[in-house]
């Protein structure tokens, strides 16, 4: 990081609220959440020529990725060609080739909590296949937390955390 270089594609990404990078040696992969901005400006951005030009991945039919909002992108510590994401309210993605294409993995309970109205998502991937999603509601409450434990394919709802104060359940984001 001594060293920086302005990548020569940089203008079709400029002005994005950036929340998650993958870079993949000559393949770079964005996500962009901005959700007062144009859909334009949200969602999955793919470049294969270490970012010379950039593609917008979301809403392109070829992609599977559907359109929206992307508020995270989450890597694959031991499989870097599989990715994770979120497009909007319509799921939560996986791609397997570095971002080119995506197939959704959400299940209905992550569904049905997203088609609520989200304000956040964050997705972590583990050792082992473990994926966890955390999904922040309009009222900025933690209102789903999943797991799964084979890269995304099976689901697992998580109690959601919480602490007794004055005798009174709070949950996150209070």
Same mark, same amino acid.
Do not use: N
């Given at each position: 990081g001594t060293n920086w270089t302005l990548l020569s594609g940089s203008a079709t990404i400029t002005g994005l609220n950036m929340t998650g990078v993958a870079p993949r040696g000559a393949t770079l992969v964005v996500s962009a959440d901005h959700t007062g901005d144009s859909p334009g400006n949200r969602g999955i951005w793919r470049s294969t020529n270490t970012g010379a030009s950039w593609s917008h991945i979301s809403g392109a039919a070829e992609t599977g990725l559907p359109a929206g909002a992307?508020?995270? *992108?989450?890597?694959?510590p031991s499989n870097h &060609? +599989? *990715?994770f994401t979120n497009a909007g309210d319509n799921g939560i993605f996986r791609s397997i080739d570095a971002g080119a294409t995506w197939r959704k993995v959400s299940?209905?309970?992550?569904d049905a909590i997203l088609r609520t109205?989200?304000?956040n998502i964050k997705i972590s991937v583990g050792a082992s296949n473990n994926v966890y999603v955390a999904i922040v509601d309009r009222s900025e409450? *933690?209102?789903? *937390?999943? +797991? &799964?434990?084979?890269?995304?394919t099976t689901w697992t709802r998580l109690d959601l955390p #919480?602490? #007794?104060? &004055?005798?009174v359940a709070v949950g996150i984001h209070t």
């Open positions: 992307s508020f995270d *992108l989450a890597s694959d &060609s +599989r *990715l299940d209905a309970a992550m109205g989200t304000t409450q *933690l209102a789903g *937390l999943f +797991r &799964s434990g084979d890269g995304g #919480i602490t #007794i104060e &004055s005798g």
